[in-house]
């Protein structure tokens, strides 16, 4: 159990068997220097530095002796490592207390005592000397001491008691500074606590201190991982507020952030204010390159292509992972000539293509059924021994599959394994594609049997292509029992059968999921709210569009440019202009 502390409490005398006793009690028992009676008869440990015989104490005679400080005389190595070989409180104390008595009678400096706690890692000695300081040493409670402690608390992870430092400070009547917020507000946030971060900002606020560069940057690229992207939004105007001036990195995660939240033109907007920094904090590679994969993952292709000519305008280099993402977009364009030039100057741009570029133009020849080109660099990569992974064998399996050379397609499996690539979800999907479009539905059926009874993942394309499979061939019994298990998921999660029922069609089943899903709290992904608003859109089911358009917001997502199209066309042919309106306005306000 955590100690929680006040300003009131005294000393545990259990203290180091409470928070460490088999830590301590491993420790070997150490003579100690004190002047106690029960340690009278042993050596003294001489923690005093030599004295040089040209010192002299001072030349006022009206300095009282017993104010004059000592630190100089101290030997700061034998002080610390007298403090790691205690093996008891009572050791820690009598050592703490002889070095009042020695050389002059007079106590060690607060700067010194702070600096000797800076030097302690183990947290309970840490907290054990800051007690000793104010409750037996007279020493002063001090923001500085505090931070000290403070940090190897965190440390060690102890948060109940770094909140009760923090109660003890305000009681001590020690006002916490910048270090004190800076160091509470990174450590909660660095593992996860987003929420004590933003109290401890708050109260940093409240404080009338300033925050910095760094505690902003912190939370916002907590609150980015957390997907919380408001949250992120709202600490950057703060930021500004502040009249902080972002750098490079703050600027890019937020880049990233609106890309996420599908807030483009804001994303854009931060590029166009870093250029007219005058130089200062000018957008580079990551900041274009963020832009472009938010567009990509929006499948706003041409938005993508803009983004690149404005980036090869400006003349910020290409790198890896700029190159991969503009051949996926000039193959999505079927711009199969502009993908095929780009992959193969990339070694004259000083730019390796990795195996993500091959599996990529690897995809752009099968789509563009360019088979011939496709199997020519696949059989390169293989001449030349560039890493191959699974993703390639999938893509080859697809292309032979369109090939129709469907035994050619089935010979890659044996052939991944002899490689050392073990097949995947995607793989036997695609396999199973295969066989039910050649008519093969018997090879297609065992096959998706004999990877259930071995436990093999079965992802949301696999169930998808068997129920459609099933239900193409007439065998209605076994696309039911399969309909009836996503209904009830054990193996996949509930969003994942969502959307299988949803892209295979199946409108009553996934909406009674999706309702049962949503009232439970397992709906986090904005895909599944996409999806289902466009399954029914599909199907002129106006109003369910508008149910699960109000669902995603009471969520907290916002939607695309192509969703609120969606939901403008059902509120329109409900004839709910008004609130078509008021839907219309509230996005343009945010972007």
Known sequence: MLLLRSSSSTINPSFFSVLGEQKWSKRPSVLMASSSPSTSGRRKRDIWAPKSRHHHVSSSA?????????DHLVNMNEVLN??????????????LASLKRDATNCRPSLRLMVSILSKQTDWQKTLAIHDWMMEKGD?????????????????????????GLVKEMRENSVSPDKFTYSTLITSFGKHGFFDESLAFLQQMEQDRIVGDLIIYSNLIELARKLKDYSKAISLFTKLRNANISPDLIAYNSMINVFGKAK???????????????????????????????????????????????EM????????LTTCNIMIDVYGKLDMVKEADRLFWSMRKMNVSPNVV????????????????????????????????????????????????????????????????????????????????????????????????????????????TMLVAYERAGLIGHAKRLLHELKHPNEVSRETAILILARAGRIEEAIWLFRQAFDAGNVKDISVFECMIELFSRNKKHANV?????????????????????????YG????????????QEMKEEG
């Open 62 to 70: 009206s300095v009282p002796l017993h104010l004059l400080r000592t």
């Open 82 to 95: 007298a403090i790691e070989q205690s093996s008891t409180e009572d050791e820690l104390f009598d050592f």
């Open 139 to 163: 020493y002063p409670p001090s923001v500085f001491s505090y931070n000290v402690v403070l940090r190897n608390v965190l440390r060690a992870k102890q948060w109940e008691l770094a909140h």
């Open 263 to 309: 807030l483009f033109n804001q994303a854009r907007e931060l590029i166009r204010q870093m250029k007219d920094e005058g130089g200062a904090v000018a957008p580079d590679t990551v900041s274009y390159s963020t832009l472009l994969n938010a567009f990509v993952e929006d499948e706003n292709f041409l938005e993508a292509l803009s983004v690149f000519s």
């Open 312 to 319: 090869k305008d400006v003349g910020v280099p290409l790198d």
């Open 357 to 464: 570029s091959y599996n990529t133009m690897l995809r752009v020849y099968g789509e563009a059924e360019l088979f011939g080109e496709a199997i020519h660099l696949f059989r390169l990569m293989q001449r030349k021994e560039i890493e191959q992974n699974v993703v390639t064998y999938n893509t080859m399996i697809m292309i032979y599959g369109k090939s129709l050379e469907h035994e050619k397609a089935t010979n890659l499996i044996q052939e991944m394994r002899d490689r050392g690539i073990e097949p995947d979800a995607i793989t036997y999907s695609t396999i199973i594609s295969i066989w039910d479009k050649a008519g093969k539905l018997d090879r297609a059926a065992v096959l998706f049997q004999k990877l259930r009874s071995t436990g093999v993942k079965i992802d949301q394309v696999l169930y998808q």
């Open 546 to 570: 508008i149910e699960v358009f109000e669902k995603m917001r009471v969520a907290g997502y916002f939607p695309c440019s192509n969703i609120i199209a969606v939901v403008l066309n059902a």
């Open 573 to 584: 042919k409900l004839q709910e202009f008004e609130k078509a309106e008021a839907v219309y």
